[in-house]
T-cell receptor
Framework: DAGVTQSPTHLIKTRGQQVTLRCSPK?????VSWYQQALGQGPQFIFQYYEEEERQRGNFPDRFSGHQFPNYSSELNVNALLLGDSALYLC??????????????FGQGTRLTVV | AQSVTQLGSHVSVSEGALVLLRCNYS??????LFWYVQYPNQGLQLLLKYTSAATLVKGINGFEAEFKKSETSFHLTKPSAHMSDAAEYFCAVIAGGTGGGNKLTFGTGTQLKVEL
């Protein structure tokens, strides 16, 4: 079992550019959540996808968007990058969005640096 | 809305000493509580979780935590620290009964340092 895999592991972008991060969930999981972890902070919830739809969203601007594919993998897109978007982006997968106590498995993250 | 507060952004213990990392929660409904560990340049690994069953929860690597409703606390402990325990630890909460998802709300983290 490969667990949750994210790509790329590191990325450097220029202000104003757009970026796409990718996540493959753990085998058997159908729900993908994205988190932003700024340096020295706890992860902040961005949004969650289940059945190819955004089910919940945190306090992030519309520049942050996502997608879930039929195979449950997911993408996080960020437009018009700001220096403040520099962070570790974590993907977490779980099973059945309706069960609120199921364990979320995290990937290694994508380190995004905006210059 | 639910939230967690971790007291102490940095904790230092000697190898073999007791580890105590503090977490207090705020939730309008019975919560589900979690402790995660993060090693440098890695993702988060679940240590243990409380889901309204036993109030004393045992996790991996010798860690345990006790849910105390009267104190709204979920402190993490380990009787004897090992050098390999040095990492950042996050307490997290999901509001129970929402039926709407597994949105985790994290604390700001506690960096644990283990000294010889």
């Amino acid at each position: 079992d490969a667990g949750v895999t994210q790509s790329p592991t590191h990325l450097i972008k220029t202000r104003g550019q757009q970026v796409t991060l990718r996540c493959s969930p753990k085998s058997g999981h159908d729900t993908v959540s994205w988190y932003q972890q700024a340096l020295g902070q706890g992860p902040q919830f961005i949004f969650q996808y289940y059945e190819e739809e955004e089910r919940q969203r945190g306090n992030f601007p519309d520049r942050f968007s996502g997608h879930q594919f039929p195979n449950y993998s997911s993408e996080l897109n960020v437009n018009a990058l700001l220096l403040g978007d520099s962070a570790l982006y974590l993907c977490a997968s779980s099973f059945l969005v309706r069960a609120t106590n199921t364990e979320a498995f995290f990937g290694q993250g994508t380190r995004l640096t905006v210059v | 809305a639910q939230s967690v507060t971790q007291l102490g952004s940095h904790v230092s213990v000697s190898e073999g000493a007791l580890v105590l990392l503090r977490c207090n929660y705020s939730s309008s409904v019975p919560p589900y509580l979690f402790w995660y560990v993060q090693y440098p340049n890695q993702g988060l690994q679940l240590l243990l979780k409380y889901t309204s069953a036993a109030t004393l929860v045992k996790g991996i690597n010798g860690f345990e935590a006790e849910f105390k409703k009267s104190e709204t606390s979920f402190h993490l402990t380990k009787p004897s620290a090992h050098m390999s325990d040095a990492a950042e630890y996050f307490c997290a909460v999901i509001a129970g009964g929402t039926g709407g998802g597994n949105k985790l709300t994290f604390g700001t983290g506690t960096q644990l340092k283990v000294e010889l």
